[in-house]
């Protein structure tokens, strides 16, 4: 490297030094993150954008070369401009289409704005309650990602800042589909409570209206980071839900495999053009990642990830809990934070 | 990072000191690899474990924390203990299977052994030929990779150090399934003649018997890395057989997903439980990542992907050849080489 | 580090969570700087505050947590807020103050702007001359470098932009003291050809009035790094004055030692208690690094690069250069840039 | 960088490739340090040649391309192979040449065996107690730094392994000199205790012979890093001894100046011809770095850190400590371990 690199540092009065500055330059500033203790992730840097901290979370946004503006809090990328795309689509629109006429809709975290953005685009949608806790998070995200600008001043948005917990032991109404857009279930943090057993008995499902849907984001899940997470949170809703479908998808910024599990008392009965058709009449725009193959093929897994599915054993529950040392915290840096 | 990690230098006669000591000692030492000129990938390393060197490359074989041994070519990563049955399973396994059944095999490249290895657990292959052109990349994975030991000594193994294409030229007798472990078609790179609509109507294709099977990995594979190089393999392939599969899969060590194309005159009829039964019969020992319906899901591939792969009009030819800045070169990183 | 770090992470309702979360952020963000091609130096980052580029240059300042506001041009530091005194303290003040009654001054380079501070502390100065090549890099300067605000506005800086050799050449007024802030002088470099002895002899000596002093950077004066350029400075000036004095401070942000070399036709006669007496009496304010017991031993270097020094027998030529593969480039980075 | 790394990845037929392999390759494999929580060092490795534990620390002996071979413990550099000569001739030389006639020296800590190898060049010497106290780091550096295999063989050391307080209150004679060759004096690091005002008088003080010279490595010396601890333990010594001599050295392999004190109820009258005279003398073979001139210029300090020794008022007692976050600790990653 030394060559090109160092030569254009004296290239003054030399034709090609700016192309090479611009190649030095480019490789001076790096965002660096830990995908797990042993493994790191690096995105050479354009600009520090914006940072901010809530009484709960650092927050930054930054221009990264390789994936646009990345959204970070507390050191770890939440998303990128280039994909958060297929983490959204995948989030939401898999419940809402198989949902007969969703039109009240309730977000637990989704602060960004993202998840709420996808589901304004369905034309089924009456009412979004997007519940995150932290205000200054969700303030950051509304004056800079501009993406999201429409969405939070869409009049069917009801935004709370509270507990997701409290807020639905709080509200009477129920919800035809209740998305989890939250941190992982790792013990001792901040969403581990928001995905026990108990807590999808007792606050979620009986807020789910007849034939409503659980979606919830559920962690990494490729073929060996699937068992810190994902398995567990399938194996849960496995307890509570008579039909339980979980799904996945590769994206980029974050190195892995992510995963999403839907649950529900309805049977999920929809093949890929039906899905297809579904979303060709409700969704305004079109979806780049998402439509009904994606979705067959993101719900069926390698074989050694059906297998680790199907023996999964552990439930959560407020007092159990399983804790990967390293992974579990490492990934936590992936996930969508509430 | 500090508290926990400085402590422990100053620990001699504190109690944990040790652990924390092997948690600082752990952080001393990386592989970095550039994924893309502005995207870093580095693991921790436990030691460096051999070097060589040829009239072509440069070789190591690593000990890493997070994939185990990792074998390096040239300081790029080429396939890593933990993670490397994923790719050799898909590069391997569907063509084989697929065939009526397949005696006789040439491998271009796949010097490492993993791809022969794949090979002999199939009871149906009489001889494999593997065609690599660097005898010092093969005596060092030959004394190294341990788990290949075995398939190097099968008497059914003919171990050829010569060009693919001058060899393939050279033999009279054709094969049953061609399989490419190549370096990715970079313009001016080692492989590129071996991707190109001439090579496969010329060389490849007559070298075919009837029901013949010519399957090749195809580089990176992702929403975004997909158009680097591997819709152009495809495309290509799609000029020159009736039927041409494209499938891929997440490699955690590469950080993308990969993939590959299967391609012949004889159409793919086979079904998931199909591929299982064969696999049943046919497969010494159980697969880890692959079997019917994981092949089911490995060739849908997003909407994103799908809809760029029908129009990928490109075509490896000779004379014209797509270079993508960076990325081309960069996930030349990640693949297998000859 | 997992452990700290990341427990903050999910640590909303925990206590110390944001002090973590700050040690985490921190280290997210890095400028890495390569030395040498095998040696790297990393900073990490708070801000990125300004990015520019000019016809010759890409230039940037940011804001590092080890070493304060940095000035950074084609990815190469040029100067740190904290420990830029040293630098500069070195550049000027011996010169200055070994020279009877110095009223007149020409910088070659300098667009920082922090040499002209310096010299404007002296009461004798009545004339500064600045000429620097690259009127974007000054203007950035000008509008960032808060600390040379005054300097650049002090009606005794004259400020030209231009090559330092012709505009010397240009000129018909002579000086008391001419100061070298310019790169190193690697061969085919922007500035190779002002560290010659042609140019030394027949373009700067003719521009010094009786009792004038040359002083210049010269480079990384480490114990190894002083081969790269460092000896070479100083033996070429041996061959154009009577009197040359080499000397040398650590400056922490360039993780070296640096080296300038004074010389002139009349004799270095001042001891340290002198030195400390005009500075007391020259200088508006306190210098920080430098005094008579400092230039004392600055100007003592150790047994084995005293030999060195003493055995140096290459000379600056148009003709001849010398060219360390990697070092001189290297430490190019941590040059003053004209 | 792009262009000359990537372009041999694929230059298998490409004349040139195989140096640009070198490039790439020797670029793989990285040696990281913390040199403070904000500040990294990074080593271009060649191998990992040996790794071991003791029930203290862990130990590696690292292959580095900028500084030869690498003692890390603990994941911390304690000396490189190219520049620990500096550190070595500093702590011995000064006081053995400055005191009358040497015969029996003392070192606590010292396992890495070169401050004896010192040492026993002296012919002075009858007898040197090397007293550290883990077996394993000793055992390791004997058998794989070569360089000092001669010393550890050497009949007039005498190794003890033993904690150095217990040893110097358990034995009667007494030293002509004692050399503290110990970690920093981190609050509640290993070395603590060996640096407080009670160890001076009622230990070391103790042991000396009349006429007896004690010195001590005393951690990073530079124009800030000197206020962690140097500063302090000058000031603690002086609180004991007559006439103490601080100074300082650059050591490249650190990336900051080095510092050792050097303490004696006799004063130090010598000037740089005497201490060259008694080199001459009393030494076998040249030093590289020490000599008169080089310790006169050593232990004159910059302004700066003249007033910052003056003004110190610290003092290490069991009672209190001075810890500076993160850097102490960081630093502490450069200093001698015992």
Not at 17 to 33: D, F, I, P, T
Not at 243 to 254: D, G, L, N, Q, R
């Amino acid at each position: 490297m030394g060559d090109i690199s160092y030569s254009n540092n004296s290239g003054i009065s030399n034709g090609n030094s700016h192309a090479n500055a611009m190649l030095v330059q480019r490789k001076g500033c790096w965002y660096e993150e830990e995908i797990e203790e042993n493994l790191r992730w690096c995105f050479a840097l354009n600009s520090i954008l914006h940072t901010g901290a809530s009484q709960y979370q650092d927050i930054q946004l930054l221009d990264t070369k390789p994936f646009g503006k990345a959204l970070v809090i507390d050191g770890k990328l939440q998303s990128a401009e280039t994909d958060e795309f297929i983490y959204h689509e995948c989030l939401v629109h898999p419940a809402l289409v198989h949902h007969q006429n969703p039109t009240n809709v309730f977000i637990m975290g989704g602060g960004e704005g993202s998840t709420a953005r996808e589901l304004l685009r369905h034309n089924t949608i009456a009412k979004v309650v997007m519940c995150d806790i932290d205000q200054e998070v969700v303030d950051f995200c509304k004056s800079y990602l501009v993406v999201n600008r429409v969405a939070f001043c869409d009049p069917r948005l009801e935004l709370v800042i509270n507990d997701a917990r409290a807020e639905l032991e709080r509200r009477e109404e129920s919800y035809d589909v209740i998305i989890g857009d939250l941190a992982d279930p790792i013990e001792g943090g901040p969403c581990y409570k928001l995905y026990t057993k108990t807590f999808y008995e007792l606050t979620v499902k009986p807020r789910l209206n007849k034939g409503g849907i659980f979606v919830t984001q559920a962690g990494p899940a490729g073929v060996f980071s699937h068992a810190e997470v994902f398995s567990c949170i399938y194996n849960t809703l496995r307890q509570v839900f008579k039909y339980v479908v979980p799904y996945s998808a590769h994206i980029p910024s974050y190195a892995d495999i992510w995963g999403w599990v839907m649950a529900s008392d309805t049977p999920f009965v929809l093949g890929a053009d039906d899905l297809d058709l579904r979303m060709k009449h409700r969704i305004k725009g079109e979806n780049r990642y998402l439509d009904g193959k994606t979705f067959t093929s993101a719900s069926t897994f390698c074989k050694a990830v059906r297998k680790s599915l199907d023996n999964e054993t552990h439930v959560y529950t407020e007092g159990t809990a399983r804790f990967i040392y390293g992974h579990g915290h490492g990934h936590n840096s992936a996930t969508k934070h509430n």
